[in-house]
């Protein structure tokens, strides 16, 4: 197929083209500006009611953004004045800060002045407004300094001031805290090292001797909490606090002193004076169990209910143990404590490091007198407790009876001298051993020193016995019992006081 080639046209023929395109154009051009001039005039006529409205609008709309414009000025204008007294009050306080600091290090030697690297907040307008200082004008001024202050609620300690004056009667401070002030005194020598407190920023440490003191007067008293905190003018959980501390420290400075087991020296003594009392030889300490009420624990609650006390009193009672070997004076050479209350007293027996230390033979020659709540064994001495008995048997309860009484009587003192033991306490199941233990500890020292018991002081023990389901655990004790009643009897030792 073959592709012919387009004519050009000539230069005539262009130029005639051009002009018949140009006048088109013009002409068209005119039709449609006629056309736009009519449709103007129209729109002029026909709407000229809704233009007026729509000016209108326009009016109101443009008053409106004037006002607005007028309100944020003023707001801006009163948020400058704000701005500007409060940098006048930031300024006017540094300036007084700084004035009561020169004023108050005026005489105070440089190593004493307090030092901090932190700079003083100013706002970002007074900043900026600050000139620079050139370096001829002199130091530059440290900023205030800062000290650290901790809220204390002002309490009064005007009853422990009183107490703890030279010039306190000694017979109301021997009221107050069951002692003497020179038993006082050696216990908080003794304590100081374990309840010393250092200093702090924030405030000072609680002396010793206050320490010591919220300790036995809590214990002495049994009063509530809330009462200890208003005698000596400190927070509750502080003096909660300080009680089982010094506890703690009694228990861990002072019980391996005037507690313990008597050495052999001292136990040869301790059996010379019970059978001057009894006639009965080789008795080495008479053994008591009681029972300290307490409130009911939120486990185990069933292995802590007294039934005997709740029967006798009619009222629901929970409780745990403390088993105690007195001596002659009733000064307690072996504690066992905190076993539930529903265990009668063998079974405490049982539990004892004192039972652990027979079972090594570490009692050979050695009686431990105790109730008929006691099992007879080979190093446990207890009274008949079956019906008819002969004289001889009677003669022989009698004379146990006396070295049983010992015992029971410490109980007693440890009781009345300590009141917190009388009734439930608010401390916690778990803290109580050692509270028991720190009231035994401080029963000693005061035994020992001789620290007489006021009448007032007096409680009577009542413990529910109850006999042992195996009374007789050794036979060989039997006929040692056999022996001593025999002897007591027929070498006029017994007495009548069973007849």
Sequence with gaps: MEI???????????????????????????????????????????????????????????????????????????????????????DDYYNYSHQFQQDHYAETPDFQHPRTNKKPRHSSVS??????????????????????????KDRSKDWWERCNHPDFPEDEFRRAFRMSKSTFDMICAELESAVTKKNTMLRDAI???????????????GDPLRLVSKRFGLGISTCHKLVLEVCSAIKTVLMPKFLHWPEEQSLNTIKQEFESISGIPNIGGSMYTTHIPIIAPKISVSAYFNKRHTERNQKTSYSITVQGVVDPNGVFTDVCIGWPGSMPDDQVLEKSALFQRASKGLLRDVWIVGNKGYPLMDWVLVP????????TQHAFNEKVGEVGKVGKEAFGR????????????????????????????????????????????????????????NGVRSGNAVQKRDFIAHNLLHHGLAGTGFL
């Design 4 to 90: 012919n080639p387009l004519p050009f046209l000539n230069q005539d023929d262009y130029s005639h083209f051009y002009n018949n395109f140009l006048s088109d154009l013009n002409n068209s051009n005119d039709r449609k500006r006629h056309r736009k001039d009519e449709d103007d005039y129209n729109n002029n006529n026909g709407n000229g009611f809704e233009d007026a409205k729509n000016n209108t609008s326009a009016l109101k709309d443009i008053f409106t953004s004037l006002i607005l414009l007028d309100e944020e000025d003023e707001e801006e204008g009163r948020k400058k004045v704000m701005e500007s007294n409060f940098n006048h009050t930031n």
């Design 384 to 391: 008949y407790n079956h019906q008819n008995l002969t004289w």
């Design 207 to 221: 002396p010793v001797r206050q320490r010591v003191a919220v300790c036995i007067w809590r214990l002495a008293t």
């Design 127 to 152: 900043t900026s407004s600050v000139s620079p200082v050139s370096d001829n004008v002199g130091p530059e001024i440290p900023p205030p300094a800062t000290h650290r202050r901790l809220w204390v």
């Design 414 to 469: 440890l009781k009345g001298r300590w009141a917190c033991l009388q009734k439930r306490t608010e401390v916690k199941l778990q803290d109580l051993p050692v509270v028991l233990g720190a009231c035994c500890v401080l029963h000693n020292i005061c035994e020992m020193r001789k620290e007489g018991m006021e009448e007032e002081w007096g409680f009577e023990v009542f413990d529910d016995e109850m006999v042992a389901e």
